[in-house]
């Protein structure tokens, strides 16, 4: 609006408050760091906001915009590269860098993608006064920026999004529920969008994973009567993948949830710790019966928790399956695998009782 007056106006009978529009811009430049175990990152860029109300107070000197995701007490910086007061249309920009807490979404790690966002206000003014538009006939787009070096090293630049919208105060600020206490703020919200390279995190923990998990497949080609052999390559195989499992939980935030990796590591200790207790059972199947059962016992076996694996894995690297599906594949393979086990003890029992 153009007016000067706040008066309210009728439309059709009805009061209706005039409110000032304040289009706001943010430009990523960089992002410095993505911090995952801190819920945090850091990136720096610029913010300009423009309006043509003169009796909105803005001045640059007052540092009028609060972040809502901004960490209090970090290097959170707006420094003035123009102010512009005297024209119809007010124009202020700052140079931004700072840290902004961030809740990520680890469930798909390592094939996840993330949304780094700076939500900003006008703390001064609710909704009955201001309301942030994004000045999108200005900000750049992810093509703009592409091949910058915008993300830090392990990601790539998806998208850039843009929102305006409202958020409730959650305090009251000592004010009475009839005060003058605003309970909503028009907020800016921009997003840069990023994926994290996935090839790395394959080499370095599913590629192992999955050599971890054949090295222990390779206890069913040692030959009966060797159980201590069989059981310690069994045992070698579970707590290797124990051990790096916690190196690569490290980095990673506390979580109340499994990410892909998780279920990755969970079934290759359920593969591991089945192919021990299956090592024992075919050496008391061999001593009670006869080398050959055994050998087909072992045959069997391996080969079903061969088909199980790859099945697994595969769920694990195809990201537009949902991972509980390999809970039930999982389960199904291991109901097969013990009724096997019964079938064979059952024909034991049959047998010595004929």
């Not at 760091?33 to 909105?56: T, V």
């Not at 800016?188 to 370095?204: H, N």
Request: net charge neutral; aromatic share 12%.
């Amino acid at each position: 609006r153009d007016e000067s007056s706040s008066a309210p106006i009728l439309v059709n009978g009805v009061a209706v408050q005039k409110v000032d529009v304040v289009y706001v811009g943010v430009d990523f430049q960089r992002i410095d760091d993505i911090n995952l175990s801190a819920q945090e990152f850091a990136m720096e860029g610029f913010l300009w906001l423009k309006w043509q109300n003169e009796n909105l107070a803005l001045r640059a000197k007052d540092k009028f915009v609060m972040f809502w995701n901004g960490m209090l007490g970090s290097y959170d910086k707006l420094y003035v590269l123009c102010e512009r007061l005297d024209g119809d249309v007010k124009h202020i920009a700052y140079r931004l860098g700072g840290k902004f807490k961030t809740e990520y979404n680890l469930k798909q790690f390592p094939f996840d993608t993330q949304v780094l966002t700076v939500d900003l206000s006008i703390p001064q003014y609710g909704t009955d006064k201001v309301l942030l538009v994004a000045d999108r006939a200005y900000l750049r787009s992810s093509q703009d920026m592409a091949g910058e070096g915008v993300v830090p090293a392990g990601y790539k630049l998806v998208g850039i999004d843009h929102f305006s919208g409202t958020k409730p105060f959650d305090s009251s600020l000592g004010h009475g529920r009839e005060g003058d206490h605003r309970p909503d703020f028009s907020v800016y919200q921009a997003s840069m969008i990023v994926e994290r390279v996935s090839f790395p995190y394959f080499l370095k923990v599913l590629l192992p994973l999955f050599i971890l998990t054949g090295v222990s497949l390779t206890a069913y080609f040692v030959p009966q009567g060797v159980l201590q052999v069989r059981t310690s390559l069994g045992l070698t195989t579970l707590l290797s993948a124990i051990v790096l499992h916690l190196s690569r939980t490290q980095s990673l935030p506390n979580i109340g949830y499994l990410t892909r990796v998780d279920y990755g590591f969970v079934f290759a200790y359920i593969f591991m710790t089945f192919n021990i207790v299956a090592s024992i059972f075919g050496e008391r199947l061999a001593r009670s019966r006869s080398p050959e059962h055994a050998a087909v016992f072992n045959r069997t076996i391996g080969l079903l928790i061969a088909t199980n694996i790859l099945i697994v894995f595969i769920l694990i690297m195809i990201t537009g399956i949902n991972i509980d599906w390999s809970v039930w594949v999982t389960c199904l393979n291991l109901v097969v695998i013990s009724g096997c086990l019964l079938r064979q003890r059952h024909q034991r029992i049959r047998l010595t009782s004929t």
